[in-house]
Nanobody, 120 residues
Framework: QVHLVESGGGLVQPGGSLRLSCAASGSIFSINAGGWYRQAPGKQRELVAT???????DYSDSVKGRFTISRDNAKNTVYLQMNSLKPEDTAVYYCNARIITATLTTRQYWGQGTQVIVSS
């Protein structure tokens, strides 16, 4: 069984920073690709950032230049460094990962979400 556990959310003032972590555990071989999504109240879930197996990254226009997605293969963890946060970044942030399991099958998994609130 595979689990994705997010951490690092919280309350931060505008202009501040947070780093979200998404750790995969269980019967895994590796994380093939990962991404962060967010969902604000009353809005649809949107893609924020992605990272591929060779660490190529992509970002939504709304966070480009402020957020950085990265990965640590040894820890099976994907990170989202968020700088210069704005009130409109307030949302529940979800990790999604395409994981190669110990039986060498590939599946998509979602984390449970972590709340980020940007407010003074």
């Amino acid at each position: 069984q595979v689990h994705l556990v997010e951490s690092g959310g919280g309350l931060v003032q505008p202009g501040g920073s947070l780093r979200l972590s998404c750790a995969a555990s269980g019967s895994i071989f590796s994380i093939n690709a990962g991404g962060w999504y967010r969902q604000a109240p009353g809005k649809q879930r949107e893609l924020v950032a992605t990272i591929t197996g060779d660490s190529s990254t992509d970002y939504s226009d709304s966070v480009k230049g402020r957020f950085t997605i990265s990965r640590d293969n040894a820890k099976n963890t994907v990170y989202l460094q968020m700088n210069s946060l704005k009130p409109e970044d307030t949302a529940v942030y979800y990790c999604n990962a395409r994981i190669i399991t110990a039986t060498l099958t590939t599946r998509q998994y979602w984390g449970q979400g972590t709340q980020v609130i940007v407010s003074s």
